[in-house]
């Protein structure tokens, strides 16, 4: 355990505790003439361990202060981030504080800019944020500051959302593996020596350590789920155009979604709702706005058939421990009534694999052919980013139609696959967390992997189907290295996949029974069930790892 870890009476958070400051949701939201109460050490670090909901709704009743609520994170922030490398960018101090004095005083005045009103927040460092340096991990951008926001963080603006800083992604966010040569690695929450995952690995970090209340992200090939799975958190891969994004091309889009990541699938559901809508520059944009995720999530799943894919029938090979750990996990669904059978669609999975390879480096690689084009800028590329390009410099229009056409069908053999299941649940990952040393496995077992990123075939089938997928924690291995499951629905059911999550994460006390070493003691007596052992102390490694 790390000397700076607070393991004082202060800093263990009873469940009690946390009952008495979420009892502030009850408090009507137009109590303004209320003063919130003084702050103390043990009421800032119960504000970190709150609930987002519970903590928003608290902030609206003015049981706390939104003044209250930055000193408690920024404090949090300072003691933990140097030990993992999370949030990058990271906004002064002043500034922040006098951003959540005003949301106060809008409070005073009976004003609440929205459900995300003070709370703190670190954007994917992929994303533009407004006068907030965003280097994509790249040293070409490492001084590139945006005049504007991008869509999806407008969005959360406009709630209220008061943005402290960036969370690390991997350069351009290419590989499952946080690590950049701007910023460094980011060291996963419950071992320092492994990977965080990635692309989103800063924002689950950040998150499983309690240093923002919730997080944004976006997937191409797991970079939403694999990091969550490997931190146990929340993470959700929506439908194409539930969540409107950026794009030069808005007829040919990317296979690239944003989406919300959160402690609790309450949680999540409140970032989808802000993050969600229509928005009528892009063409593919989902009608309707996202209070459909307000609704309450709880509802009956008895008879309910869910596949159980492990493995995709070899063609994702695992590492031993991987499938034990998520078949556990299965049991919980059928505790619930849920009927689980191992299946997965008919379908050519290496025919997948094939155009996944294809349509990728078309996608990706058009993004960086600026910069490759240019012998300066291609000189500070990192490998992957080459081998994208270089993919799709090599394919005709007719190869990327003919790979568009199995992606077509893929989609097809799915959607009749939801004929006969309600969902489909496959890992994560197809390993546990690796030295944070290690670039990406170069084997699974007996197979070597051929590119950089066949070792999460296993999300990338998931992508080409178009579905939304959601990650949920699973448990850990003897090691005490997490892992966690997709639930995967028909596109646009993301609201079934809240669901399902939703029932399991109370079924099983997901994300409350095994916190990070780093945050110390908690009483947890009152949650349900166990995911697994106890892990040991962590072996802390100074200093960020430079490519």
Known sequence: MNDNTDNSDAGRVSRRTLLGLAAATSVATGAHGRSPKPATASRANDLVMMEATCLAR?????????????????????KLNGQVNAIVALQDRGDLMAQ??????????????????????????????????????????KDFVPSADSLMVARLRNAGAIFIGKTNTPEFGLGSHTYNPVYGATRNAYNLTRSAGGSSGGAAVALALRMVPLADGSDYGGSL???????????????????????????LPSMSVVG?????????????????????????????????????????????????????????????????????????????????????PDFDIEAVWQAVIRLRGWQQGVSLFGYFNDPAKRSLLKPEAIFEVETGLRQSAYAITAA?????????????????YDYFVVPTAQVFPFNIEQHWPRTIGTTSMQTYHEWMKGTLLITMSGCPALAVPAGFNDQGLPMGIQIVGPNRHELDCLQLAYAYEAAVGTGRSRLPALLGSWDSTDNSADLGSSPGRMRQVPGAVHR
């Not at 005083?105 to 340096?133: C, F, T, Y």
Request: glycine share 10%.
């Open 58 to 78: 608290a902030i609206h009743g003015r049981e706390v202060s939104c003044v209250e609520v930055m000193t408690a994170y920024l404090d949090h922030i300072e």
């Open 100 to 141: 959540a004095q005003e949301r106060d005083n809008q409070l005073a005045r009976g004003e609440s800019m929205g459900p995300l009103h003070g709370l703190p927040h670190a954007v994917k460092d992929l994303q533009a944020v407004k006068g907030i340096r965003t280097t994509s991990g790249s040293p070409i951008l």
């Open 225 to 251: 789920r694999n990091p969550a799975g490997w931190n146990g958190v929340f993470g959700f891969r929506t439908s194409i155009g539930r969540i409107p994004t950026d794009a030069r091309d808005g007829w």
């Open 260 to 344: 919300p990541m959160a402690r609790t699938v309450t949680d999540l559901a409140l970032l989808l709702s802000v993050q969600a809508g229509f928005d009528p520059r892009l063409p593919f944009s989902q009608e309707g706005d996202g209070s459909i995720f307000q609704r309450r999530l709880e509802c009956s799943l008895r008879g309910k058939r869910i596949a159980w894919g492990r493995d995709f029938a070899g063609h994702a090979p695992c590492e031993p421990g991987v499938l034990e750990v998520c078949s556990k996990a299965l049991r919980t669904f059928e505790s619930l009534g849920c009927i689980v059978e191992e299946a997965i």
């Open 404 to 420: 568009s056409i199995v992606r077509t069908e893929w989609y097809q053999a799915v959607r009749q696959f939801f004929e006969r």
